[in-house]
Every structure is written in C-alpha cells, then in structure tokens.
Nanobody, 116 residues
C-alpha cells in the first residue's frame, strides 16, 4: 500500500485546510485509515481514524468538533477537513493505513503551519 498526502500549507489561526490522502496498491486489504501528526520535539500523536466502510470514526479530544475525517472508498482517498485551526495544530500530518492482519503503512507527511 502506498499513501500520498496533499493539502498542507500555511494558514492563519481560525482558518481551514483540507488534507487528502490517496492510497494505491493493495487497498482492498485496508481495514482502518487515520491521520496522525507530529510537532517539533513531540511524539507522533493520533488525530483521527476511520474504518474501512466509513461507519466508525474516532478523534483526539484536542480536535473534536473542529476536524472531520472522511473517506471515499471508491476513490481510495481519505480526507481531513480542519476548521478553526489553532497555532498548536502546527505539525507534520501523516496518513496511516492498517491492513489485516495488522501491517501499518505511512505516507511521507504534509506540513501544516498555523500562524497566530
């Protein structure tokens, strides 16, 4: 499975960005997809996950109510709509896919910078 993120950039606090993750390869094996982020000097942390059919989502408390994860399975693409962005959301955002029986794949990351 190959994952390619896009959509990062520089935005002012309160603004919005939409990240995309395009999956290719053995996508039929993907069970769960998610977004993670890593700020400088901090460990990588979970942002949101979504199941294969899109029926179940999970969010970090810090982004609940502001971010929305979605997935268009027919296009093998996952999205992260980020609204009301804050400077503390600044990080490299990574796309993740988990296939059965438990192999993880990562994208190369896309930088999101929120200015105050």
């Amino acid at each position: 499975v190959q994952l390619v993120e896009s959509g990062g950039g520089l935005v002012q606090a309160g603004g919005s960005l939409r990240l995309s993750c395009a999956a290719s390869g053995s996508t039929f094996n993907i069970n769960v997809m998610g977004w993670y982020r890593q700020a400088p000097g901090k460990p990588r942390e979970l942002v949101a996950t979504i199941t294969s059919g899109g029926g179940s989502t999970n969010y970090a408390d810090s982004v609940k109510g502001r971010f929305t994860i979605s997935r268009v399975k027919a296009k093998n693409t996952m999205y992260l709509q980020m609204n009301s962005l804050r400077p503390e959301d600044t990080a490299v955002y990574y796309c993740n896919a988990m296939t059965l029986p438990g192999t993880y794949y990562w994208g190369q990351g896309t930088q999101v910078t929120v200015s105050s």
